[in-house]
Structures are given as structure tokens and as C-alpha cells.
């Protein structure tokens, strides 16, 4: 099998709703991981929760994801090697950006968790609260560590020093213990293994908007629909979140990574680190920003819509 | 616009960058988790998170630009569990870490002395290459195992034969990396998978 046949099989897709808020502050970007010939490509999947006045929210995210994507090309022969690059390469942009206008863009930051499905399995790499989940066999569970303060919070309810409804009603819940902002990076997830995925798995990475529902409720929304294509699942996940009514929606994204059964045997490494990667940004849809090359968005249908805002 | 503020996704702000950093050990495998870390600190300070504005801005994590690896959960650990089940053994037979073994898991499973090897035979062969010297691969469909050779230049030998192209693996099957003498343990196969229990394993 050719590797241009892997990649037009592999199927992935995201959707998003701005929610209640007056601005998008989310961004996601699909990557082709370009392997070498005879090895199958892999799929990165960028998502950044931006945050900071002025529209810096929506510049920070935006900002994040198309330098982590263009680092993490430009080589580096482990994974860990390039999520580290590329992580260097997303905070050094947001410094250089907050130095150059620092009036408009002080406390501009952002989660940032980058995704890079292998046939070797699972790796990440996660600054934030944004979630990584792993449904498998009808059940959804959250791989990623949580920097926001909810798991702080969760441990003083388990140890008696707090009662659940302070934990429930503190304004820390959303508050996060690590970002991507420009300054040291306090907090990063990434793990020295690859997690194996399986077939019928489903990835599901998003923004901490997707948290209106439990996992539990997360979960139900995935099996519904999960026999579709990652596009409708995408959809449905993001409808499953504004079905909810929550007065004061976050921005949600849903990213949908689904292995192809042949692929998951398939040899995987990396291609030689192209020159200049071909990034292709298009935000014309003003609630939707995506980064996707163009040689992946001929051959798929990733992220083609945004979810259908009521 | 107060109360949409509060639901929006915040930063816990630092120290500002001007400012001396606390020192801070130099292995930064011991810096632990700052938000609990100093239970009672933030404990107060969670309680009154709109108090003292100085309290806002202290340092709520390190102030160390360093990638640090926060273990995401039990789960994720190459310990095996639910997520990741035990479907056979690699023991060493001979060579340095004779004695040993080291867990397969479903799908690929790189061998290679890296510890961030899945199978990661880190015993002092340097002889075996850092990263993917060979592949042991367990396909459930079937319930067969693989071995298929690695990227690098260095030699896989199975039951002392070059190993060129993916073989099926068999019970008691010898691989050879290096210096190093693995025997093939499988766990998995017709008569056992983890999917014919009811339940999947916890």
C-alpha cells in the first residue's frame, strides 16, 4: 500500500461553536506527518484555547497552533524531540508578539495540546486544561493531565478541607495552572510512551467547552455516532454541548481522529523534514479557524464546516 | 461582563518576569506540582481567590523554563492496565539482563535501549540500537504475533536465521538484538485474548 493511499484513507475532522461568547477564541490544524516511502503518514492535531482582552484570545491561539505545527516539521528524530521544539517554538512566538505590543496583547496566553497519531500509537503533548480522550469499546476516558485547578480542587473535596459545593462554585475551576504565554512553562504533560490505539478507537480532542458535559455524557454523545465518519461525530459531539443550553457556553472544538484498521500495523517514521511545509490557514468562516495542509484537505473531508451555531 | 470573565479560561498569573525567580532544585524531575504542593497556601488562598490582589500574582508554578513530564494518570503508564493490557513477555536469555523480562502490549511494540522504548531493553547492550532495532507486533483479529525488523541498520536474528522481512512469532521463539538473547512468552494467542472476557481487564 502506498502512503498516498494511508492518508486518503485516514479519517479525521473538527468542528467548532463560538458558544455564547462574542468571540472565537479556539484554534485547531490538522497535519499531515509526512513518513518515509513505504511507511504510513501519520496525523497532528493542534488545539489551542486562547485567552487575553483585545482579541489577544484569538491571536494567541491562532499564533500557538501555526508555529508548533511549522517547528514541529522542521524536524527532529523523536517525537518527544519535536513536541518540545515545537512547544519552544509556540511560547518564543506569544513572547516576541506580547513584546512587540504590549498594550494590546499583556496577559495574551494559551492552552496548547498537539496529538500525533502514529501507527505506533498515541503521543501528546499538553500545556493547559484542553482534553485528550480515548474512546474505546463504549467508554470514554481522559488521557491527558488536567492544569487547570479542578484536580487541586478534587483532592481538597477528597481530603475533607473543602465541601464539594465550594469546589463546584469556586471561580478557580477554570483557572489554570499552566499556559502557554510567553513565559516559563510551568506544567507539561507529555508522556515518554506511545499509547497503542485499536481498531474501532476514537480520539477526541478538544477545548475545556466540551466540559459543560460529563465524560459520562461526553461518552453517550461518541457512541451514539460512533460508527459514522469523523465529521458527523464531530458535529454530533458539538451539538451534543450547545444541546445543553449552558447561558454562558465557552467556545467548543471537537477534534475526531479515527485509526483505519490497516493502518494500525503499518511501519511508521519520519520522512525527511521538508524545507518549508506547506501550511495553509483559512479563517474566512469567522467562528472557525483551521490550519490544514493543502495536500491533506484535497483528499479529506477535515474540517471543512463549522458546527451550526443556534 | 464580571461574572462572563469568570467562566472564561484564565491564567493563574506568575511572577512577572522581572522578578527573581525562586531557586529551584536543579533536577527538574523533583519540581512537584506547585498547586499541591503547598496544600494550605493555596488552600487559603482558593478560599478567598478574590482577596489580597498580591495573592494573585504569586507563583503558582515554577518559574523554570523546562519541559517537565507530568504523568498523565496510572492508566497511561506503560505499566500496563486497562489501557494498555499485558499479551506476552520478552525474557532475556542471555546477555545483559539476563533474568529479565519485559511486558508486550496489543499493536506495535518497539524494542530498542531507549527508555522511552515500549520495550525498552535498557540492560548496557550497547549493541542494540536506541530506537525501534525491531518490532514485536500482536495483531487481535488473528491473535498472531510478528516480528518484523527496524529502521536502523543493525540485525534482528529469529531462531538464529536473519530475520528480512515480518515473520510470524510462535511460543518459545528465540529473537536476537544485539548481544542479547530474548525468548517469546505469549500470553495472548487462540486459546486467551482479553476480549473474550466479559469484562475488559481492570
Redesign the interface.
Known sequence: MTPLAMTAEIDFAGRQSVGK?AEQ?DTYAFSEIPA?PGAATGVLLVVA???GGHSA?HRGSEMAVRNFVRAFHQGG??M?ERF?RA??AANEAIAAAVEADPVHLD?M?T?LLAVAAT???LEWVSV??SPLY?W??G?L?????DHS?R???H??VASG??TQE?AET???R??????V?G?????????????????GDIVLAGS?GLQTLSDEAIGEAVARSADAEASSLAVHVVQAVLDAQQP?Q?NTTAAIFKPPADW??A?F?FAAPAPEPEIVVDDSANTTQRIVPRSLRSSSQAGDHPAPDP | MADEEDEKTRLIRRQSPQAQPPPLPEDETEIPDAGLAKPTRVLDWMMNPEGESDEKTKLVGPARRAVKTEPASAETSSDGGELDPVVGWLVVLSGPGRGNARRLGYGQNSLGRDKGERVSLDFGDGSISRSKHAFVLYEPRKRQFYLRPGDGANLTYLNGDLLADSRPLNPSDVIEVGATKLRFVPLCGPDFDWEDQAQPPK
Open positions: 461568547r477564541e518515509r484555547d486562547g485567552m484570545g528524530e523523536t518527544h518540545t512547544l519552544d496577559g496566553g492552552t501507527p505506533l500509537g493547559g486544561d480515548l474505546r469499546r467508554r476516558r481522559r488521557l491527558n493531565a485547578f484536580p487541586v480542587l483532592e481538597k478541607e473543602m465550594q469556586s471561580s478557580l477554570t483557572r489554570l495552572r499552566a499556559a504565554n513565559h516559563e512553562i510551568a506544567l507539561v504533560d507529555m508522556p515518554r510512551t506511545p499509547l497503542p490505539l485499536l481498531e475545556d454562558k465557552d494500525l500495523f511501519p517514521a
